[in-house]
């Protein structure tokens, strides 16, 4: 492996998110992951345990996702989701935004989704990023959820989960990072299948990378 694919491999976490995964898949993503120098593993809630065992003594993060893959369950049970997923061992949560809430205009309730997701996470002393589904929004929609994040001093803004519409462009991710408090981390995530499209999202802004194709985007 070239220096250069070493550099572009920290910036990649190591996504496993089908329906179908089992223990076996979870085993071989870890294993790729370390011996790739990714920075993390993202898998299912369920397999949160399995890969905290398989990665402890690694310097690779353990991460899952919430609220997945439509954002639209209540907050508490959002919030129960994300303690589970903390004691059983994640490093970073992943949060879907509340998409309905948004397009019923109740941002009110988006703030408290977001806040309270965020409050979890770093009482526990651990990451969140927020997933905004970028091809579903508006620009002032966009706009709206950067200035909650802004104020609930997230950790990172996602672009996608990868099973709606994808849009993950340089061009999102410069909007996005104008958007952002400068401490904010922006992660570019969904349709991320080459080597070419990872660095182009990382020159435009993007600090992470989260795909299926690691392996193929650093080979």
Known sequence: MKIEDIALAQYIEHTLLKADTDSNAVKQLCEEAITSNFCGVCVPPYFVSLATELLAEQEVNVVTVIGFPMGYAATPAKV????????????EIDVVVNIAAIKDANWAYVRNDIHSLTTIAHLQGKIVKIIFETALLTDNEMKQLCEICNESQVNYVKTATGFNEVNTSPEV???LKNQMNSDIKIKASGGIRSKEQALALIEAGASRIGTSRG???IE
């Open 80 to 91: 129960e989701e994300a303690k589970r997923a903390i004691q059983e061992g994640a490093d």
């Open 173 to 175: 991710i410069r909007f």
């Open 215 to 217: 392996l193929q985007i």
